[in-house]
């Protein structure tokens, strides 16, 4: 080991989020150094990123142009909050931002995904209160879906294991059902069957009076839930349904924001216009926390009948607008640009999505799912589900490669600027691992 590298002789003081910590401070992970694609252990093993970070890298690690824009900003101007005063670059961000996503004008920033999804559910639920429809309180999410761990995004979210342990929550919320069909099994992109389940949001003005409900959130690629592309034309009937009742429908683009569909925004891949996005990660390549929920000027609008003297909207973060943050979405959005990193995700979602559907003889492989630069490789269950997931995650470890385990679905979502060869590297490795099974 370098004499260089700094091991942490406490483990136990860092509280560490969605950790099983005994089992971590076992056999600990510790990552000290990332450069391109890869990462480097303390003990000087080289990892495959396969997971961009944690779907966020997209430009991949320690891109230089992004690092010196975040020195050079902290040497700047540090910090000013945004409470009725500003900073130019704050401004410049927004305005390169809403320039990426057609149809929405405002960026309301936060500092996360989670803190993203809640604005975006408050901004709804405001909307319709100044639109003189108070009675609209019902927040539609759909059975699997991840929309962070703030209290608005767990009640709409659909993982039970997330939820359990927190009790009521938002009291108004509704679910849909997953879109996680049988049939669907080893599709490429998107599935043929499952529209018809969005009818479940008919069927819950049905229930509820299409007139009390407030807004529906739905990943437009179920992520977090094990990697679920949504079925051909279900997007669209959310979309028919929410217009026939004044609903407002929210994609949450934490994770397909910023290219992973090959174009900005997932929205435009699918060709169905959200009212509201939510976004963070790939903001500013994960590099300084960033999120923020693009809206349409008509949800705008609406907020500017406030009286000139308040606060159009009673909500924000010290840290909204963070200068570091502007500074680092202005560098990401730059290098996106200029090194053509959507281009690229577009150009290999073919070849990506070969790659991971050529695994589907191996016996341990029960379904796989891929689409844009996002895929999830399902193993079937060994033992208590998980099982098989997390003995796969530490046997690609081992050979160098991250992947995410999801239940027992191995979920990856490589930076977008991986290479045919990073493709060649992480099936073999796939194939070498899953079938030794
Ligand atoms: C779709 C979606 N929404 C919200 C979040 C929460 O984001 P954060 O962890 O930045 O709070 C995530 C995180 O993975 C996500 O995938």
Redesign the pocket.
């Known amino acids: 080991m370098p004499d260089t590298v700094r091991v942490p002789n406490d483990l136990d003081s860092f509280w560490m989020p969605f950790t099983a910590s005994r089992a971590f401070q076992e056999n600990p992970r510790l990552i000290n150094k990332a450069d391109g694609v890869y990462y480097s252990t303390i003990d000087g093993k080289q990892l495959f990123d396969g997971t961009g970070g ?3 890298c997209n430009a991949g690690h320690n891109h230089p142009r992004i690092v010196k824009a975040i020195q050079d900003q902290a040497a700047e101007l540090d910090f000013v909050h945004s409470f009725g005063q500003g900073h130019p670059i704050a401004f410049e961000a927004a305005a390169r931002v809403v320039d990426l996503a057609p149809g929405l004008d405002h960026v309301f920033f936060t ?7 809640d604005t975006a559910l408050k901004i709804a639920l405001a909307y319709h209160m100044a639109n003189g429809e108070g009675e609209r309180r019902i927040l539609v999410g759909r059975e699997k ?6 209290f608005g ?1 767990l009640s709409v979210g659909g993982i039970g294991a997330n939820k359990g342990q927190f009790g009521t929550l938002y009291p108004s919320a509704a679910h849909m059902r997953h879109t996680v069909l049988e049939e669907n099994r080893f599709s490429r992109g998107q599935p043929d069957h499952g529209a018809d389940l969005a009818d479940d949001l008919q069927r819950l003005c049905d229930l509820h009076g299409g007139h009390a409900i407030a807004a529906v959130i739905v ?1 437009p690629v ?3 839930g094990g990697v679920f592309p949504p079925p051909k034309g279900y997007l669209q009937r959310l979309r028919e349904i929410c217009d026939a009742h004044g609903i407002l429908l929210i994609f ?5 924001g910023f290219g992973r569909m090959g174009t900005p925004f997932a929205y435009e891949a699918f060709g169905v216009q959200p009212d509201l996005v ?1 976004c ?2 790939g903001m500013t390549n994960a590099t300084v ?1 960033m ?1 923020g929920v693009l809206t349409t000027s008509r949800v705008r609008e609406v907020f500017r009948k406030a009286p000139s003297k308040v606060p159009d909207l009673f909500h924000g973060y010290t840290y909204s607008g963070h200068p570091l943050a502007a500074a680092a979405c202005i560098a990401t959005l730059d290098v996106y640009r200029d090194d053509k990193v959507f281009e690229n995700a577009r150009d290999l979602a073919e070849p990506w999505a070969d790659m991971l559907h050529g695994l589907a003889d191996l016996d341990a492989v029960i379904d796989v799912r891929s689409c844009g630069i996002i895929g999830a490789v399902q193993l079937a269950q060994q033992g208590a589900v998980g099982d098989a997931g997390r003995a796969a995650h530490a046997a690609l470890w081992d050979e160098g490669l991250i992947a995410r385990p999801v239940g027992d679905a191995m979920c990856m979502s490589p930076p977008l600027v991986l290479t045919q060869e990073h493709i060649d590297e992480i099936g073999a490795t796939l194939r070498r691992v899953l079938g030794n099974g």
């Open positions: 944690l779907w966020c500092n996360s995904g989670s803190e993203a999804v879906a991840y929309h962070g761990i703030n995004g990943e179920s992520g977090a949450d683009e934490v994770i397909t939510t963070a990660k926390p999120g």
